[in-house]
């Protein structure tokens, strides 16, 4: 349930209601809007302590969220919730950002290389894959920890936040070591003990949709890392799996309307994967800036005809350098800013 404070609540007051909470063997989840603040009250049975509650002079009001999805719910948080991922990069404000890189890191010169044309071209977030979970047990797995290295290494060269994939509960650990945002892969989105690994760290989270996940299945997911204490969560729209087999996935850009309604977090989207054609990327990448998204996530290699994972998909750094020119007109006319 939701316990809504009075205007201006003292903050003595604030801690007796979460103490009373953590009393009754439960976790309070506190959000402090612009004017009031609300304390979610998450757990089996918890309206049955309704009445105790309202009899608190700090309390304005009780609330049920009927969402399955508490914490992530519109219910649970009115505001849009700004990631933070370092003094310049905020995900969910008025900017929006842009990830690209190589899809998964080869060498130290190819990264450095698509590193500084990316952020030449305004890029603010650095991308890039040390662990690469791979359809063929033969194709190229990623270089691991060296990889991770080379991209603590560019991120702090080119002043980049970074982000690469955790697939397993232990390589959460090692990515809060080197990565300012661990992001968990579409295949590993219902992975419930890796989604509370995320959870228990403080680093931010890239969470991608399956290809074969429902908006309400993205959300359940998002509530299990949200549920251990780590709130800054940006969801991401990939593509999902249709019938359609002219291109790699289907981009379903009615997951940010939709998802808009839902969710205060964030919403990222990916039309590398979302439509896996490399002359179409660019067109879809623009319809999801007018669609609303927060930010892109796109990848970009300077020989992709080389590249060792997702060659097809990669965009040249001029081609991206030219959309990302294109982008910044389309964000002006929805009222957001790109560059």
């Not at 404000?93 to 060498?107: D, F, Y």
């Not at 002043?159 to 968990?184: F, G, N, R």
């Amino acid at each position: 349930m939701i316990i809504t404070l009075k205007k201006g609540a003292k903050r003595k007051e604030v801690e007796s209601v979460i103490d009373k909470i953590k009393n009754l063997g439960y976790k309070p989840h506190v959000s402090k809007g612009k004017d009031v603040t609300i304390i979610g009250m998450i757990g089996e049975y918890a309206e049955k302590y309704k009445d105790s509650f309202e009899a608190m002079d700090a309390v304005e009001h009780i609330s049920e969220i009927q969402k399955p999805y508490k914490l992530a719910s519109r219910e649970f948080k009115k505001e849009n919730t700004i990631v933070k991922i370092n003094r310049n990069v905020e995900v969910g404000g008025k900017q929006i950002h842009v990830m690209a890189g190589p899809c998964a890191v080869e060498t130290k010169e190819i990264l450095f290389n698509t590193a500084k044309t990316v952020k030449a071209s305004g890029a603010t977030i650095l991308r890039g894959g040390a662990f690469k979970p791979r359809s063929s047990p033969y194709a190229f797995q990623g270089l691991g920890e060296k990889g991770l290295k080379y991209m603590e290494a560019a991120g702090e060269k080119f002043h980049m936040p970074t982000v690469s994939e955790a697939m397993t509960v232990e390589e959460v650990t090692l990515l809060s070591k080197y990565c300012d945002v661990i992001q968990i892969g579409a295949r590993n989105i219902q992975n419930y003990d890796l989604l509370k690994a995320a959870g228990k760290q403080a680093k931010p989270v890239l969470l991608k949709r399956g290809m074969a996940t429902t908006i309400k299945e993205l959300l359940l997911s998002a509530e299990y890392i949200l549920s251990q204490g780590n709130y800054n969560v940006m969801l991401c729209e990939r593509g999902i799996r249709t019938f359609e087999d002219s291109t790699r996935f289907t981009l379903d850009l009615n997951a940010v309307p939709v998802l808009k309604k839902l969710t205060h977090l964030p919403i990222i989207l990916d039309p590398s994967h979302g439509i896996g054609i490399r002359e179409h990327v660019g067109t879809m990448a623009k319809a999801c800036i007018a669609a609303g998204a927060d930010g892109l996530i796109i990848e970009v290699h300077p020989n992709p005809e080389e590249a060792l994972s997702d060659g097809p998909q990669s965009l040249l750094p001029d081609q991206f350098a030219t959309l990302m020119k294109e982008l910044d007109l389309i964000a002006k006319a929805v009222g957001r800013e790109l560059l």
